[in-house]
């Protein structure tokens, strides 16, 4: 059985990130949604609230799909979890930047990984999760952006 880490960190889960999810189930038999927090993006909403609503998002793909959280080095994560394999979704040049260099990096510390980097479908290339979080928090509707249980959540006074 072959896995893939998809990592992130999903502030929240958004329809684009369940799009890379179900299309890197068409390649790999078991994705590993592995959410963390990088120090350059706002880690605002909880760990355990983050991992939760993954759960609740992907629910659908059954036991193909397990939500973790991660805090110790990508590449550590991934030999942990058996495989040597990374997925990333791209949206825009600036993402492929950002990408470009994570990439380099941690091949530099573990040269077997391998990127598999999945174009976002045209739908959802410009949705963000900040953006998301922005209009949430200004009272506006996200229900077309993300699954119904993480717009409950913002409803619900989710920060
Ligand atoms: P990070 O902080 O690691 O960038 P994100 O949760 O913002 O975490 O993104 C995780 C991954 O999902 C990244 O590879 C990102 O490019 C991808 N991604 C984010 N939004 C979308 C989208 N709308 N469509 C496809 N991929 C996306």
Redesign the pocket.
Known sequence: MTSVV??????P?????Q??VERALGLFDKVIVAV???S??DPSTYLADRIQLCRAALAEFGDRVEVDGFNVLLVDYVRSKDTRFI?????TIS?FD??YQ?ITMNREMDPDLEYV?????RQ???????RVREIAGLGGNIDEFVHPAVAEYYRDGGV
């Open positions: 998809y990592p992130g960190s999903f502030n889960i958004t329809y684009g990130h799009d890379i963390g927090t990088s350059d993006k997925v990333r979704g791209l949206r993402d950002y990408e994570m980097l999945l174009p976002t479908s959802w290339s410009f949705l963000s999760s900040s």
